[in-house]
């Protein structure tokens, strides 16, 4: 959900679970080409990935802001990129869903918190990896394992400061939101 582009919020369900899962099987797939050679190993992860993480985004997405489903496509894009970019919605009519957009970033990021012990878990493994691949692998595995080791770490360097800068701009657009909306300080 905090990494799902505005873009994508355009799209219904479905297309939003496409959009994601396509992305990151296609990603995930380059991986497996590189590493091992295989277009048919490719082609499984890219379908499989594809399939299943697609599921997994849009019920997450739907789950964490229900009320984005009783939008039309183009006021939750606006929604989103207001409340993403922490400026108020032009539209009145949308100033509540500021509030639930907001609130539903900071449910998915405390839920992602949780789960950092184990993305560091899961690089130490990918390094341990990589140092094997270096020294017994073939170039592919060496390439791919060590691309994923810097994936992990950036994402454990980069991700706290970039996830506290959308929730920022989030609390922006929800406090920008608040006066229209007669609510306090309004």
């Not at 950092?116 to 493994?125: D, E, F």
């Amino acid at each position: 959900m905090v990494l799902v582009p505005g873009l994508l919020w355009r799209r219904g369900a479905v297309s939003r679970g496409v959009g994601a899962g396509l992305a990151a099987g296609v990603f995930f797939g380059a991986f497996v080409l590189v590493e091992s050679g295989s277009w048919a190993g490719a082609l499984v992860v890219l379908v499989v990935l594809s399939v299943f993480y697609g599921i997994r985004v849009a019920r997450r997405m739907d789950r964490l802001w229900p009320a984005g489903r009783a939008l039309d496509a183009a006021d939750r894009a606006a929604v989103v990129r207001a409340t993403r970019r922490g400026e108020a919605v032009g539209d009145p009519r949308l100033v509540s869903s500021v509030a639930g957009y907001a609130d539903a970033l900071r449910r998915a990021a405390e839920e992602d918190r949780l789960r950092r012990p184990v993305v560091l878990l899961v690089t130490g493994c990918a390094v341990l990896l990589a140092v094997y691949d270096t020294l017994r692998g073939s170039t592919g595995e060496t390439v791919v394992s060590w691309l994923v080791v810097v994936l992990f770490l950036a994402d454990l360097v980069r991700w706290p400061r970039a996830r506290a800068r959308l929730l920022a701009r989030a609390a922006r657009a929800e406090a920008a939101a608040r006066p229209a909306a007669g609510g306090p300080g309004g």
